[in-house]
Each structure stands twice: as structure tokens, then as C-alpha cells.
Nanobody
Framework: QVQLVESGGGLAQAGASLRLSCAASGRRFSSYAMGWFRQAPGKEREFVAAIRWSGGSTYYADSVQGRFIISTDNAKNTVYLQMNSLKPEDTAVYYC???????????????????WGQGTQVTVSS
């Protein structure tokens, strides 16, 4: 059974940092891309960042470019999202997801991800 389990969310002040983790199990993800999405109350789920599990290029939403860093640890089967210089508008539920496509152009759409975690809440106070 495939599982993606996020952790590391919580309450932070503006300007602080948090690191989200996504522990993956149940299959090999070496050929997959891993993404982070977020959904704020009353808003649609939006792309945050993506990376090929085996390493390589990373992609970010403009709103987080330069502040967030996505990475993988193959030994731990874990994907991370380091979030720095947090802003109140970063408040959302953050989801980890897996995408079988090998094409980066397919990594920005949530509909192309086939495995999802349950999400972790991030709240940033001003």
C-alpha cells in the first residue's frame, strides 16, 4: 500500500522557517517526480514545488521562489520542503504528492499526481 505521510507543519511567526517532511512507502518512487502543493481556506489547491526523485532540476511557484527549497533523501525515502522567510500568505494545508510523468511540464498540475498525503497545516502569524 502506497503511503505519503507529511509532518513538520505548525504555527510560525512571519520571517521564521519550517521544514516539512514527506515519508514515502509502499513502492519505488525512483522514476517519479515529487511535488508539494498547498490549499488555503476558500482557495484552490496550488502548486508549490516539484523535483525528480532521482535528483536534478527543481521547480517552484513564483510566490515561493527564493524562499522555499525542495529536496529528496533517497536513503530515508523522504521528500523535504524547507520553508524560509515565511509570510502570512503561506498559511495553508500542505500536501505531498507523487507524479509518474517524466516530463517537467506535467509537474505543475495537481490532476497529474496519483498519490497524495493527508496534508499538514502550516499557519504563519504576522
Amino acid at each position: 500500500q502506497v503511503q505519503l505521510v507529511e509532518s513538520g507543519g505548525g504555527l510560525a511567526q512571519a520571517g521564521a522557517s519550517l521544514r516539512l517532511s514527506c515519508a514515502a512507502s509502499g513502492r519505488r518512487f525512483s522514476s517519479y517526480a515529487m511535488g508539494w502543493f498547498r490549499q488555503a481556506p476558500g482557495k484552490e489547491r496550488e502548486f508549490v514545488a516539484a523535483i525528480r526523485w532521482s535528483g536534478g532540476s527543481t521547480y517552484y511557484a513564483d510566490s515561493v521562489q527564493g524562499r522555499f527549497i525542495i529536496s529528496t533523501d533517497n536513503a530515508k525515502n523522504t521528500v523535504y520542503l524547507q520553508m524560509n522567510s515565511l509570510k502570512p500568505e503561506d498559511t495553508a494545508v500542505y500536501y505531498c504528492a507523487a507524479n509518474p510523468s517524466n516530463y517537467p511540464s506535467a509537474w505543475f498540475s495537481s490532476s497529474l499526481y496519483i498519490y497524495w498525503g493527508q496534508g499538514t497545516q502550516v499557519t504563519v502569524s504576522s
